[in-house]
């Protein structure tokens, strides 16, 4: 089994004591990729380090809405020379994000444009956090046709999912799925085509069944795609497999 865990935090606190550890298990675990997305410009530099010291690791590097109030031209700068590294894959996390409200509306706003107007010079697709946000999110990624890239730890309908997918975009799901109350999650997912499905974990958070309440791994993304195999009827073999290939024809990684 040849799993791809599309969005990671391993540079979280919550891995501090076993980080190299953990990566060390991923062969064993039936780990091919992850990716580590990055919620600020610091952990930007961290992700692009730690890609560059582990093979089955990837970055996506950028500003989260959480952190838009830093998205500034030194912060562009940042981001556009960490690009240049081999294993940083896409400009993400990056989004809106209207249910902590961290940062204001319009800081946010301004942040997510410009940073995918940044991913569309550079070429790479974008990984987009939206919460509690989907009108003004399809708006904003409606301005820039050609702009490619998934939406994370999708929560939205089955009918925006239907909109993203004929705009191009991919369509990740994570824990919540295997959740007692994903019927919204599971319809969404039934609604988008295999060829634009993604899994992910976002670990340490959204710890699948039957596991919640531990902290989060990438090796847990098997409990969501045992979810998607059922939710898909199919075996868990051919989910995982188009799931791989999905990522990999994504972020570009032969």
Same mark, same amino acid.
Request: proline content about 5%; hydrophobic content about 40%; some cysteine.
């Given at each position: ?15 501090d004591?076993?980080?190299e550890t ?9 780990i ?32 989260h ?9 030194p912060?562009?700068?940042v ?10 894959v ?24 410009e ?7 550079l070429d ?7 919460? #509690?946000?989907?009108?003004?999110t ?6 820039y046709?050609?702009?490619?890239g #998934? ?10 999912a ?10 990740a799901?994570?824990?919540a799925?295997?959740?007692?109350n994903a019927?919204?999650t ?13 899994i ?16 989060n ?20 073999? #051919?989910?995982?497999?188009?799931t ?11």
């Amino acid at each position: 089994m040849k799993l791809f865990d599309t969005h990671v935090h391993l540079l979280s606190e919550h891995f501090d004591e076993d980080r190299e550890t953990l990566i060390g298990r991923f062969t064993e675990q039936g780990i091919e990729y992850v990716v580590e997305n990055a919620p600020d410009i610091g952990d930007s530099i961290r992700a692009a380090a730690l890609a560059k010291e582990h093979h089955s690791v990837y970055a996506a590097v950028g500003v989260h809405p959480h952190s838009a109030s830093e998205w500034d031209e030194p912060a562009k700068f940042v981001l556009r020379s960490l690009s240049k590294e081999e294993k940083v894959v896409a400009i993400g996390e990056i989004g809106l994000d209207y249910h902590y409200d961290f940062s204001p509306r319009e800081t946010q706003k301004r942040a997510f444009s410009e940073q995918i107007e940044l991913a569309m010079e550079l070429d790479l697709p974008i990984v987009v956090h939206s919460r #509690e946000a989907t009108l003004d999110t399809l708006t904003i990624l409606k301005q820039y046709p050609g702009v490619r890239g #998934e939406l994370h730890c999708f929560s939205g309908s089955a009918e925006t999912a239907e909109e993203l997918v004929k705009m191009g975009f991919y369509i990740a799901f994570g824990g919540a799925l295997t959740f007692k109350n994903a019927r919204k999650t599971i319809e969404a997912a039934q609604a988008v085509p295999m060829e634009r499905l993604l899994i992910e974990t976002d670990c340490p958070y959204m710890t699948p069944v039957p596991l919640r309440g531990k902290r989060n791994e990438p090796a847990y993304v098997r409990y969501v795609a045992e979810k998607m195999a059922e939710v898909k009827e199919l075996p868990v073999e #051919e989910v995982v497999r188009i799931t791989l290939e999905n990522g990999k024809r994504l972020f570009g990684i032969k």
